[in-house]
């Protein structure tokens, strides 16, 4: 249960993922002070799913060089196999029937934003946004509606308020955070 947005704005070529800090299990819920949203090196995510997932991407994740000029490739493999890795060794990885499950989160890499579902297939929209998260269809609905002209951050924060405002499973505060760089 959450609510994490990210948006790609045209104007500074950056990516901007927010997220909420409910913790939730069954019907009841915990307001967190650790973030679902966090920066490894020049990548930015936002994570849904499980918090002992965001503490191995945040702390134990090392995102391997990049190796190739396909960003998509990039992410399909290298980094997908590091993510795979690193969830196996940190015993969050889930096996049954020969297949591997993880869980669901935002990637931002300079003007890139990715998705990586609990089958670890990784997804790029052809808008500049995506969400996940059970406040996720709230999100982005409102990011829709929302004028082109709006500050990025408001729009986001927005978001977050609509999702809030229809699911229980999302909660002040929100946080926002940006790629540092900008893509050459």
Same mark, same amino acid.
């Given at each position: 249960m959450t609510c994490i947005v990210g948006y790609l704005d045209h104007k500074t070529n950056k990516v901007f993922i927010g997220g909420d800090s409910a913790g939730v299990s069954d019907y009841d @819920?915990? =307001?967190?002070?650790? /973030? /679902? =949203? %966090?920066?490894?090196? +020049? %990548?930015?995510?936002?994570? !849904? #799913? #499980?918090f002992r997932m965001i503490q191995l991407l945040q702390f134990s994740l090392v995102p391997p060089p990049i190796g190739c000029t396909d960003m998509y490739e990039y992410m399909c !493999? #290298? %980094?997908?196999?590091? @993510?795979?890795?690193? %969830? +196996? /060794?940190?015993?969050? =990885?889930?096996? /049954?029937?020969?297949t591997e499950n993880g869980g669901t989160f935002l990637v931002g890499f300079e003007n890139r934003l990715f998705r990586i579902d609990s089958d670890f297939q990784v997804a790029e929209t052809t808008n500049n946004m995506d969400s996940v998260g059970c406040g996720s269809s709230y999100a982005l609905g409102c990011l829709y509606a929302l004028p082109e002209t709006m500050e990025t951050e408001d729009k986001i924060k927005k978001a977050l308020e609509t999702a809030a405002f229809f699911s229980a499973g999302v909660r002040e505060p929100f946080y926002i955070i940006s790629t540092k760089?900008? #893509?050459k």
């Open positions: @819920v915990t =307001i967190r002070r650790d /973030k /679902k =949203i %966090f920066h490894n090196q +020049d %990548f930015i995510f936002g994570c !849904t #799913s #499980s !493999t #290298s %980094f997908i196999d590091a @993510v795979r890795l690193c %969830f +196996d /060794k940190g015993g969050y =990885i889930q096996k /049954k029937d020969g760089m900008e #893509s």
